[in-house]
């Protein structure tokens, strides 16, 4: 009875260590999902950067432009960077993940940019700013359901005194 006993547990023990294994393995996956994300805006391929939506994506860019689906994203992508942002660099920061069931999760990056022009085709200052991600696992690969990105607003926010986000930005130089 004794050695029954033992035998569950260990099997309980067992599993949750496999479970375990399984959530880092997935979080790890997860957080490679900003590299992917850069690597892909580095070589101008909006191909390749679509690949890491969903084919039923909504992302809502800085601009607050909605885009539905991986075509219209990639579309949209592929004008942006061979036009005024055809030399801007992204270099991700800071990334935090928040799962929401085993196979879905929030995913918050902060970002840099710079080298980006205006519509009126004037070299931008850097800027920074953070993502929002709903990534979900489909297929075996982690794929951006929903993503919201945000222009970080530089300055004092009193409102803040004594609140610690969990993402920090770091100073920007701006050129005069």
């Not at 033992?6 to 590299?35: H, M, T």
């Not at 710079?114 to 009126?120: A, P, S």
Request: aromatic share 8%; charged share 25%.
């Amino acid at each position: 009875m004794k050695q029954g006993l033992r035998d569950v547990l260990l099997a309980f023990i067992a599993a949750g260590s496999g479970i375990r294994a399984q959530n880092d393995a997935d979080e790890a996956a997860v957080r490679k999902v900003p590299q992917a994300f850069a690597e892909a805006w580095a070589t101008r391929d909006a191909h390749q950067l679509a690949k890491t939506m969903a084919e039923d994506v909504d992302f809502v860019n800085v601009g607050a432009v909605w885009l539905h689906g991986r075509s219209d994203f990639e579309r949209y992508h592929a004008r942006l960077l061979s036009g005024r942002f055809g030399e801007a660099t992204l270099t991700p920061l800071e990334t935090a993940v928040r799962f929401l069931r085993p196979d879905l999760a929030v995913l918050h990056w902060s970002w840099r940019i710079q080298g980006d022009r205006g519509e009126d085709r004037m070299l931008r200052n850097p800027r920074l700013g953070m993502f929002t991600m709903i990534v979900e696992k489909r297929g075996g690969a982690w794929l951006v359901v929903v993503a919201q990105n945000t222009n970080q607003i530089a300055g004092p926010n009193p409102e803040l005194e004594g609140i610690k986000s969990p993402i920090t930005f770091p100073k920007v130089e701006e050129k005069p």
